[in-house]
């Protein structure tokens, strides 16, 4: 007899649900039907194929549904692995895919099968359980669309404010503009005394390639997503309602931003890297560039913790799990692939990378060589870091020698390929966090959190007061439009912001004290 209800999909469907629920005020739920979709699609198939060779409905959903829970299964052994074991998980991953294979052979073993003695009950069992768990999940998610839809005021903006006039660009001058973006990159006073690192040899080499240094900057936010957002559209943010209006009110300025709309006006063709979050990249750029397979970030997380994890890490399947390796290879990607675009993409073009490094996780030492980490992979930083102080300082110092290494010479490849010289903007969006601890009421530390390299290369405009020692990133377009696009746009004042989306109601002006070290921790080593 044919069940009345194909409990498999209740599964599939209600996991999904959760994951959404999870990341909801992070990644778009949109992103959630594509594997929606696949995974229904693919479990009525297989269900539809089995049925065909053993005709028993009860049997074949039974089969179909062993798959699901042992992947459930998996991912909870893998997670613990990855925390217990670290840097032996891959291996240890690798070897749970055979002992499931096996369990799951045994489970579904057709002389199992037959002593269960009404497999009717078992269906309804597994239907009513599942429908249970879906409905629990359909709940949380119409509660979540209830407080966005109906308690709260429906978004209508985002957290950038119209401009006050209609700003267009000449294009008289179209020179070529790269946007690199060194994540948690610290201002060279900040590296002296918090963590005793001379960063004067690579100062140097920028000013000898014709960068200005900004020896005062500060970054106007002390997380990136702020940071994007503002620099994109060269203004300060306004505050917001609601959490849930967190993709709206900050990733839609960054990805339809005014930068890239003004230059797309005169023929500039934008480029962007895929990058490990959703503010860290701009996909809608007319050159999106990603050396992994196309998977969206809801996709992503999915596969965290599956059987593809470690096979991606053993045998780089180009799937964009975040991982210690997947880490590495993007960042050799983006800096490889940088030095190549200004003779492999003709044109006026802007062009956004944002390296996340030397933020943590501290991926390579020194030389560039991978690290083996004793922790599982995170991008945590601040309070968050899983280890101490000192090990960040080590991990941070190694990491920045390797990145001003490398970016020196994409930075020499970049001038040396390009037909007219480009404007170059290399900075921190943020400085780092090993005594940074993010208090609304009282935040410790803002001086290393807020000051940020900041270095930009305009061409015939280095000495000439264009540039000044406290320029901050929300200046950055102001002054590359008006210096080259003959805009007059008035350049706002300097100030830093302590922001939390999940509070985005409340901003503090935190300029009066982020040049204060009283709460730091300098480093002795």
Not at 56 to 71: E, G, K, R
Not at 134 to 148: D, N
Not at 162 to 185: E, M, N, W
Not at 221 to 229: G, K, L, N, R
Request: hydrophobic fraction near 40%; aromatic fraction near 12%; charge should be negative.
């Amino acid at each position: 007899m044919k069940p009345r209800i194909p409990y498999p999909l209740l599964l599939i469907t209600a996991v999904i649900l959760d994951r959404v629920a999870i990341s909801s005020t992070q990644i778009d739920a949109v992103q959630s039907l594509r594997p929606l979709f696949v995974l229904l699609l693919l479990t009525a198939i297989v269900t539809l194929i089995i049925h065909y060779f053993i005709k028993d409905w009860h049997y074949a959903n039974f089969i179909v549904l062993m798959i699901p829970a042992l992947l459930l299964a998996y991912r909870s052994l893998s997670s613990l692995i990855k925390t217990q074991f670290p840097q032996q998980a891959d291996v240890l991953a690798l070897a749970l895919i055979p002992i499931a294979g096996v369990l799951y052979a045994l489970v579904v073993s057709r002389r199992l099968w037959r002593s269960i003695r009404n497999p009717a009950r078992v269906t309804y069992y597994f239907s009513l359980v599942f429908g249970l768990l879906l409905s629990f999940q359909a709940v949380r998610i119409a509660k979540e669309v209830y407080a966005l839809f109906v308690t709260e005021t429906f978004p209508s903006g985002t957290a950038i404010s119209a401009l006050t006039d209609d700003t267009r660009l000449q294009d008289k001058s179209r020179p070529d503009i790269y946007v690199i973006v060194l994540d948690g990159y610290a201002r060279q006073d900040v590296l002296h005394k918090i963590y005793n690192h001379d960063n004067t040899g690579f100062i140097s080499e920028l000013e000898t390639r014709g960068f200005y240094v900004a020896s005062k900057s500060h970054s106007n936010y002390i997380q990136t997503v702020f940071t994007m957002a503002s620099f994109w559209n060269y203004d300060y943010l306004k505050p917001w309602q609601s959490a849930h209006e967190y993709p709206q009110y900050l990733l839609q300025p960054i990805q339809k931003n005014r930068a890239f709309h003004l230059l797309d006006e005169i023929g500039y063709t934008s480029v962007s890297f895929e990058g490990v979050s959703s503010f860290t990249q701009i996909k809608d750029a007319d050159v999106y560039l990603s050396n992994f397979l196309p998977f969206n970030k809801f996709e992503t997380l999915l596969l965290v913790d599956s059987p593809l994890e470690p096979l991606s890490n053993m045998f780089d399947l180009g799937i964009p799990i975040p991982t210690y390796k997947t880490h590495r290879l993007r960042v050799r990607y983006e800096l490889d692939t940088l030095k190549e675009i200004p003779a492999s993409i003709s044109g006026p073009k802007i062009v956004y990378a944002h390296i996340v490094s030397p933020h943590p996780p501290f991926v390579f030492d020194r030389n560039g060589n991978a690290i083996q980490s004793q922790k599982p992979y995170s991008l945590w930083d601040e309070s968050t870091y899983h280890g101490g102080q000192a090990e960040y300082w080590n991990g941070y110092r190694n990491q920045l020698v390797f990145v001003n290494t490398e970016i020196i010479k994409t930075i020499d490849a970049i001038l040396e390929k390009s037909e007219t010289p480009p404007i170059i903007v290399l900075m921190g969006d943020h400085g780092p966090a090993s005594t940074f601890d993010w208090d609304l009421e009282a935040p410790r530390c803002v001086w290393e959190r807020t000051s940020n390299l900041f270095a930009v290369l305009l061409p015939g405009h280095q000495t000439d007061g264009t540039l000044y020692a406290s320029m901050s990133p929300v200046n950055t377009f102001r002054v590359i439009f008006n210096t080259y696009f003959g805009t007059e746009l008035s350049l706002l004042e300097d100030r830093s912001y302590l922001m939390s989306w999940q509070q985005p109601s409340s901003i503090k002006d935190i300029t009066g004290i982020r040049d204060t070290l009283d709460s730091c921790t300098v480093s002795d080593d």
